[in-house]
């Protein structure tokens, strides 16, 4: 049987700008699986971002629930929310996000600092990556080995890819 690890049930965003309200999400349904590579395509503006976001718990819906590992984290508090994002899902932005006044070592180092780990492993784990990192740029997956503990991974996929979301999951060659 595949586990569920992560599940809209009936999901709705509205942003509100001014007077006029705007439906990004109608009523999604949707269930990512243990081991599922998934692909959202659709044109600007249909609603992408917005999906991903709610589903790595970085936004909330307006209506309906989110359920990751079993668990309903549509109104959990923030520090759980923060607890959930740090330990068990990964992020590829469409910008990279990256810090500018601090190194590349600094960037990769600063998720980890938040979590319970010794020094000694932060700094093999990040030496580790980024020697992954030299040896793997040509093929672009660095951000996919960067993020492999994961157990759930968003990826806003046009900074790396190309015309499309399939684009990237060709040039990337990134497994979960
Ligand atoms: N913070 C926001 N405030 C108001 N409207 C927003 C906000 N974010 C997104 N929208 C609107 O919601 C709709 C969906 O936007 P979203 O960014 O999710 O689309 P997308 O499919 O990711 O687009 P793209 O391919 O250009 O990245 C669009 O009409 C957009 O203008
Ligand atoms: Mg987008």
């Not at 209506?63 to 992020?91: C, M, P, W, Y």
């Not at 601090?102 to 990769?108: C, G, I, K």
């Not at 998720?111 to 784990?125: A, D, Q, Y």
């Given at each position: 049987?595949?586990i569920s690890?992560?599940?809209?049930r009936?999901v709705?965003?509205?942003?509100?700008?001014?007077?006029?309200?705007?439906?990004?999400?109608n009523n999604?349904?949707?269930?990512?699986?243990k081991?599922?590579?998934?692909?959202v395509a659709?044109p600007?503006g249909?609603?992408?971002?917005t999906?991903?976001?709610i589903?790595?718990?970085?936004d909330?819906?307006t209506?309906?629930?989110?359920?990751?590992?079993?668990?309903?984290?549509t109104h959990?508090?923030?520090?759980?929310l923060h607890?959930?994002r740090?330990n068990?899902i990964?992020?590829?932005?469409?910008?990279?996000?990256?810090?500018?006044?601090?190194?590349?070592y600094?960037n990769?180092e600063?998720?980890l600092l938040?979590?319970n780990?010794s020094?000694?492993?932060?700094?093999e784990?990040?030496?580790t990556v980024?020697?992954?990192s030299?040896?793997?740029?040509q093929?672009g997956?660095?951000?996919?080995?960067?993020?492999?503990?994961?157990?759930?991974t968003c990826c806003?996929?046009?900074?790396?890819?190309?015309?499309?979301?399939?684009?990237?999951?060709?040039?990337?060659?990134c497994?979960?």
């Amino acid at each position: 049987m595949s586990i569920s690890i992560a599940e809209l049930r009936g999901v709705t965003k509205k942003y509100q700008v001014g007077e006029t309200e705007i439906l990004a999400l109608n009523n999604v349904y949707f269930n990512v699986t243990k081991g599922d590579f998934i692909v959202v395509a659709g044109p600007s503006g249909s609603g992408k971002s917005t999906f991903l976001n709610i589903l790595g718990s970085i936004d909330k819906p307006t209506s309906g629930n989110i359920i990751f590992n079993g668990s309903d984290i549509t109104h959990v508090n923030l520090e759980a929310l923060h607890q959930l994002r740090l330990n068990k899902i990964g992020f590829v932005f469409q910008s990279f996000n990256l810090v500018p006044v601090l190194t590349a070592y600094e960037n990769v180092e600063l998720p980890l600092l938040f979590k319970n780990i010794s020094k000694k492993e932060i700094k093999e784990r990040v030496t580790t990556v980024l020697e992954k990192s030299r040896t793997s740029r040509q093929n672009g997956s660095f951000a996919c080995k960067a993020i492999r503990r994961t157990e759930a991974t968003c990826c806003n996929s046009q900074s790396i890819g190309g015309k499309s979301g399939i684009d990237h999951r060709r040039r990337t060659n990134c497994q979960p």
